[in-house]
């Protein structure tokens, strides 16, 4: 369950029990995919409550709205601080927050007249994934940069992320990896991509991606721990029986990959620089000192 009977959302302009919260079926949003939303952590921090990277994510929701031509005069101060009321009037810490702009009512395929803002939030109880996934190339390919802004986090986007996540599950595994257009490797249904050979990590460019606040993380973290990264197109062949693969993304975190089209990963994950680059960004969103050789509690 998402939310209880005593759940406060933000829902334009005030705070509102989320059972009561109503949309209009007729909004835009509902019937073309027409919203833009973000999904951004907290966690203890400190003995207080801290978003990860807050300001960079509602950045990101205003320029969706922006590309989208959806109407949103919010400004990332006033988002964020509408979002540490949401978390404080229902006392989340480690939470998920997931914002989202609606469209009014309105059938036609002009741009929307009037949004809506929305900010919910539910505690996150998943803890650190530990769990390492068996992914498999998709056969369905991301949007084209040709035909949508691939860089906004548009709600009609993740049609195609639900086809490419379930295919995966119909077939055994955990999750999909996702090519471009061209047949480069891209994403995942809800997380950007890296791999590990002799040493050097590689992640896709952006361009037919969602560019993600952990993607650029991770690409910190590699710079400060002097591990080299590229950024470059490549195809599933070349990662397939690589030394070692992970997912990233604001709610997957740094998830291992355990193998690809069933082609294990060579490394012991814990043997990996990945391993340490997870560890390093665990320690990065608690806002805690990271050495190496030394093991995150
Ligand atoms: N790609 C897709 C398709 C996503 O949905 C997400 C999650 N927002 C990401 C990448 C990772 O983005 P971020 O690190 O900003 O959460």
């Known amino acids: 369950m998402y ?8 829902f334009n302009g005030q705070f509102v029990k989320a059972a009561e919260a109503k949309i209009d079926l007729y909004s835009q949003s509902l019937h073309y995919g027409y919203a833009v939303f973000e999904g951004i952590r907290s966690y203890p921090v400190n003995g207080g409550t801290k978003m990860f990277k807050g300001n960079e994510h509602y950045d990101r929701l205003r320029h969706s709205a922006e590309v989208m031509k959806i109407p949103f005069s919010y400004s990332t101060d006033q988002l964020v601080e509408l979002t540490y009321e949401t978390l404080d009037r229902n006392n989340f810490t480690d939470a998920y927050i997931r914002p989202i702009v609606l ?5 036609s395929l002009s741009k929307g007249k009037e949004s809506y803002l929305a900010i ?3 505690e996150w109880t998943n ?4 769990n390492k996934m068996k992914i498999m190339t998709s056969t369905y390919r991301r949007p084209n940069a040709d035909a949508f802004h691939v860089d906004a986090k548009v709600s009609g986007h993740y049609v195609n992320s639900i086809l490419a996540c379930q295919e995966a599950k ?7 990896l996702v090519l471009d257009s061209n047949g480069f490797v891209a994403e995942s249904s809800g997380a950007n991509i890296f791999y590990e050979n002799d040493g050097v990590l590689y992640t896709a460019p952006k361009g037919n991606i969602l560019p993600g606040i952990t993607r650029a993380t991770i690409i910190d973290i590699c710079n400060e721990l002097s591990i080299p990264v590229e ?10 029986g690589a030394d070692a ?5 604001t709610a997957a975190e740094v998830v291992a990959l355990s193998s690809l089209d069933n082609v294990p990963f060579k490394k012991n994950w814990e043997d990996s620089l990945s391993y340490i680059i997870q560890q390093a960004y665990k320690c990065k969103v608690l806002e805690k000192p990271f050495r190496l050789e030394q093991e995150v509690a």
């Open 170 to 176: 119909d077939n055994g595994f955990d999750e999909a």
């Open 245 to 249: 693969g992970f997912f990233c993304g």
């Open 120 to 122: 919910q939030a539910w």
């Open 103 to 107: 469209c009014s009512p309105n059938m």
């Open 127 to 130: 803890g650190y994934m530990s």
């Open 231 to 240: 950024e470059k197109l490549f195809t599933p062949s070349a990662m397939r």
């Open 3 to 10: 939310y209880n009977e005593n759940t406060i959302i933000y």
